[in-house]
């Protein structure tokens, strides 16, 4: 396995899993090791639920993000979500909506096909994801979720175009799934300002990934159950000290799926909101208990994707 090893050694790959667990030298632009993340917040009264509890918790929320996407809420809605994320200085990220479990053809549903789930399936798919992108750009948004390589690649380009923001947040799903320092690196260098990785990686797994990219991690520690359903609670600040810098997020197990939402499942949305953010709480116990030294960031803080108010827009 010499040779094998050796060329991922000449790539500035690790050419073997961290079992040594090293601590990160990493971190986000204002120095803190860990940012806290709240998933499928659905919509604007989802958001205030969020909001609500974090104030009631003590909980410091620095990202929320939506699954829905993008093209399934109004501009009025999203117009709200941006208003209320930018006061309070909390990054707002909404998937693009276009995608192949949104399409005609049935292989996505497929037990071999799931895979493609999340991708744009031809040509029209992807112009219909890029100008998902630009809408969110144009009402104050400044971060997305995308899960196809090819949309990744273009959205580096959209940037230097001045199709969306400079400073626009690149979210990498969950569900693209690359699970290897190489394949991560790889996303990285297609244009991922921050990259979800899968659920189910051991330590020694995820310090190896921490070691090859720079970009932040987002990293489930509540999975819902499509995903695995594991807690990671009591890990989190081992997870913290190695993957610096890293989005600790929390989703939640045995829920119902919402996908695609609306105002149909709002009264359910915002039950689930409020019960992340009480996950959340429990999970911020424990770094309070076993990693007080570990940083966290402001809210506002340089690197996220904070919203801008078309009021605010010069």
């Not at 396995?1 to 899993?17: C, T």
């Not at 990054?91 to 292989?107: H, K, N």
Request: hydrophobic residues 40%; neutral net charge.
């Amino acid at each position: 396995m010499e040779q094998s090893r050796a060329l991922l050694r000449s790539m500035g790959l690790p050419d073997r899993e961290a079992y040594d667990l090293p601590d990160s030298a990493k971190r986000f632009p204002d120095g803190a090791q860990y940012r806290v993340e709240i998933p499928s917040v659905e919509g604007p009264a989802a958001l205030r639920a969020v909001f609500e509890e974090a104030d009631r918790y003590g909980v410091t929320i620095h990202r929320v993000s939506q699954g829905s996407g993008i093209m399934l809420q109004t501009d009025e809605e999203i117009g709200e979500m941006v208003q209320l994320c930018a006061d309070r200085g909390v990054e707002l990220s909404l998937f693009v909506g276009p995608r192949g479990t949104w399409d005609i053809g049935a292989q996505p549903f497929t037990p071999a096909g799931k895979v493609i789930g999340l991708r744009h399936e031809g040509v029209d798919q992807l112009v219909y994801a890029m100008e998902d992108l630009q809408r969110a750009n144009r009402l104050g948004v400044r971060g997305a979720l995308v899960a196809d390589e090819g949309l990744l690649l273009l959205t580096k380009e959209m940037k230097k175009q001045g199709l969306i923001a400079p400073d626009f947040v690149v979210k990498v799903s969950v569900q693209m799934m690359a699970a290897n320092p190489a394949s991560i690196r790889l996303m990285e260098q297609l244009g991922a300002d921050t990259y979800n990785v899968p659920t189910s990686l051991t330590l020694p797994k995820l310090a190896s990934i921490r070691q090859a990219i720079d970009i932040p991690i987002d990293l489930y520690v509540e999975v819902p159950d499509g995903f695995g359903g594991f807690i990671r609670h009591y890990e989190i600040p081992e997870l913290i000290r190695l993957l610096a810098p890293v989005y600790i997020k929390f989703g939640l197990r045995n829920h119902p799926d919402v996908y695609p939402s609306g105002t149909h499942l709002e009264a359910t949305n915002v039950a689930l909101c409020r019960e992340r953010v009480r996950r959340a709480y429990l999970g911020m116990q424990m770094v309070e208990r076993y990693g007080k030294h570990l940083t966290t960031s402001k809210l506002g803080a340089p690197g996220l994707g904070v919203p801008v108010p078309a009021q605010s827009k010069s």
